[in-house]
């Protein structure tokens, strides 16, 4: 009997198979990158909801980006996740070499992949727009671009990995609407004061604070990564204890 492939390898190759199958949804599509121009267009054209003295351009590229991870990494996998879940998709992966581990790395590195293609569409749209951003932060806009990806995968595949599917597709997309006004796109500072300090605690508006300071400011927001950080090592600690292969 010959020995399984390297982890690295089995990684790899599932990586790979789940950036396919994300690239070939057109439901995860319209997702990741339809939704989020619209919302760039959308709130870049309108003189509403305020966010603050900057132009509203280079407030609502960073937020759009920042949405682009919450799409992907969040709503999209938790929902594809539970449904593959459900239907006995991934049972095979529980006698399987890669493991709940390897499982959940490869999703990880799948929507690095996927928000790779976003970035550089969203980018763009951005750009012929009049986003002009700051050339210092777009190191730290790239950490926390893959910091966002760890936190929200992670409490994406909590939820996949412990609750029914239907109850997933229904809470994913309520937080997905919800965590909008909460830090992605709506700046922090700008909310009301009673909620400011929830949205600064969650990866929602944790995350797209880290990218307006980089990409407006040219900032380093460690509070923000810490945030994240976090979230990620809370939500991936529990789904990989707790992560169930069957309903």
């Avoid at 190759?13 to 396919?20: I, Y």
């Avoid at 996740?81 to 991934?90: I, K, P, Q, S």
Wanted: net charge positive; with cysteine; charged share 10%.
């Amino acid at each position: 009997m010959s020995a399984p492939a390297p982890a690295p390898t089995r990684i790899l190759a599932q990586a790979r198979f789940e950036t396919l199958t994300l690239l070939r949804n057109g439901e995860q599509l319209l997702v990741s990158i339809i939704l989020p121009a619209m919302a760039l267009v959308g709130l870049t054209l309108s003189p509403y909801p305020a966010l603050g003295s900057h132009p509203r351009i280079d407030v609502v590229a960073p937020g759009v980006l920042a949405l682009a991870v919450a799409s992907t990494a969040f709503t999209g996998q938790a929902i594809s996740t539970a449904f593959d879940r459900r239907y006995g998709v991934l049972r095979m992966y529980g006698v399987s070499p890669l493991g709940r581990g390897g499982l959940l790395l490869g999703k990880a590195i799948a929507v690095l992949c996927v928000l790779l293609v976003q970035v550089l569409v969203l980018s763009a749209l951005a750009l012929t727009m009049g986003w002009r951003p700051a050339l210092t932060g777009l190191a730290p806009g790239l950490v926390g671009l893959l910091l966002g990806v760890l936190a929200f995968v992670g409490l994406a595949l909590l939820l996949a990995g412990t609750l029914r599917a239907e109850a997933v597709l229904a809470l994913a997309n309520l937080m997905w609407v919800v965590l909008l006004g909460l830090g992605l796109l709506i700046p922090v500072p700008v909310l009301p004061a009673a909620v400011r300090g929830l949205a600064g605690a969650l990866p929602s508006g944790a995350l797209g604070e880290a990218m307006r300071s980089a990409l407006l400011d040219g900032a380093w927001p460690w509070t923000a990564w810490l945030v994240l950080l976090a979230w990620a090592a809370l939500t991936w600690g529990l789904a990989l204890r707790l992560f169930r292969w069957a309903p």
